[in-house]
């Protein structure tokens, strides 16, 4: 299934800046960035639990914030893209 997986982490402490660093590292192993703090993820329910898991456990709940998206296996249908960055699919190789 795609997940679309948005956060925002408060940068205002150093703290705060290694947490951001820490949620992007995570999210960059299971998909896609697609936009500065979003990023688009093909996982099975097993692999969404431990990623919802390992962000919990990194995100200062009274500071930050995360969203999730879950649109399933017909995502296709469901994404639009216009403008720069051209869509990539990310369920092709990542070396060609």
Do not use: W
Request: aromatic share 10%; charged share 25%.
């Amino acid at each position: 299934m795609l997940v679309l997986i948005t956060y925002d982490v408060s940068t205002v402490s150093i703290a705060g800046q290694k947490r951001l660093r820490k949620v992007s590292k995570v999210c960059q192993n299971y998909g896609q960035r697609v936009q500065n703090s979003v990023f688009e993820c093909i996982v099975d329910s097993a692999q969404f639990t431990a990623l919802k898991f390992e962000l919990e456990s990194i995100i200062d709940k009274n500071q930050d914030s995360l969203r999730f998206y879950q649109l399933g296996n017909n995502y296709k249908t469901k994404v639009e893209h216009i403008g720069v960055k051209e869509s990539i699919n990310i369920e092709d190789p990542l070396i060609f």
